[in-house]
């Protein structure tokens, strides 16, 4: 444990560990379902996800660092609002994160067999898991080298594609089609609607931007692990928002000013489908590249969480006794993970009606999570009172209230969004499921006890009733 005092996670570690677990698939690829949604307007809802993530991020890290004990948001919502909040909250988002982690996985292995065809999907999916598994038992500082130079790769892809952006929008740049130059026009914010489906369509789309941000509370659960967290943690923050607001403002602003949303497709990226349009077809090769380091990125630091979650459950009894884990790495947590997405590879291939039901409550399991998060920050904050540093959430407690409606009414919008109605039906019977779960898991450990109690009292009474008959003894030989 000492070499974790001494060196710790910097800052810039934090950030690029969030930067890697944030930028995946859901921002290269499902961006384009959010933007049919809300048209124009997502702009507004980048902007609103990025200061939720803001205010959750500060929430959950003020509750670590001020609290190191308890592990967790998990242990924090148990807590807050007992032991089966805590349960539930933790299971919940251990399952959201296996299967979209399984997921991708398996966006991977058909992004591969593009190019190698003859590869078996099983082989492809089954080694990045392994892979992601036997990478993240090496520990958070090698992880964290890994996850910047990946999430550096992500960075630059998309500021080159913003830079490319702008230099077609201004014409110093134009694209080549087999009629001659393409010239930029007809862009989405000149010719469309700025809210495509009004007031709904923007609440629906934050569904999927709050699952595009998913994997910032990466900072939170490596918190206790940061070189001098009360310093490190707060510069992480505000690296982290700030970043991934720029790169995602940016990225989609220019989209939208290249091409009408009406060109882009849910089947492809819509950078590529840009890029495309003005002629760079070789620009779809190279981002698909890009989205495979993205999408393993995203993988290895969810990992990461995972077994620390994993771990947190085991020491509250809460998961199985041979998952608890003493050692700084959670070992036992990450490879029990790893087996887990395995298993949701193979159902996947198997049975993919049922698993895109169960994949369509990631996005629940993440605003679930993140709305038991400021629900338990407001219990700590009243039982703890405000810290005395710069690690709080400011504006308690009607920063708190805010972020927590924000998430329920993006809950409630799920059924707006194409597809998403499922993932509330899958995410309601997810929460019904642990919920069940634990209420026979302490109704068997009840009866466990009373059987033990009244094992000891017949034990007990047997002992006391041969001591009657023994001292009774000698009185009868003396008779």
Known sequence: MEEKHE???????????????????????????????AGPSIIISYILGGILVYFILFALSEMTVNNPGVGS????????????????????????????MSSEATAISILVKSWF????????GSSIIVGVTLINLLGASKLSKLESSLAAVKMITIVAFIVAGVLLILGVIRGVGGNGNIVYGRPAFF?????????????????????????????????????QPRVTVPKAIHKTVVLLLSLYILSVGVLLFLIPTSDISGNASPMVTALNHFGFGWAGTVLNIVLITAILSTMLAAMFGLGRMIRSLADEGHAPSFLKEKREVPYKGIVFSGAAMLLGLFVGLLFPQIYLFLISAGGFSSLFTYAMIMASHIRFRNTHGKPGDRLRLRGFPYSSLFVLVCLIAAIAFMPFIKGQGTGLIAGIAIVAFYGISYFLMTLYQKNRGNKKDAYKTNKELGFEISKELTAEEPDREKK
């Open 7 to 37: 060196k710790g996670l910097s800052a810039w570690q934090l950030t690029m560990m969030a930067v890697g677990s944030v930028i995946g698939g859901s921002f290269f690829l499902g961006s384009a379902v959010a933007i049919h949604s």
């Open 73 to 100: 948001f998990r242990g924090f919502a148990a807590e807050a609002y007992g032991p089966g909040a805590g349960f539930i909250t933790g299971w919940v988002y251990w399952t959201g994160m296996v299967l979209a």
């Open 117 to 124: 065809p003859g590869v078996s999907t099983t082989i492809l």
């Open 191 to 227: 010719t469309e609607p700025f809210f495509a489906e009004g007031f709904r369509g923007l609440a629906g789309s934050m569904l999927i931007i709050m699952f595009a941000y998913a994997g910032f509370e990466i900072i939170g659960l490596a918190a206790s692990e940061a070189r």
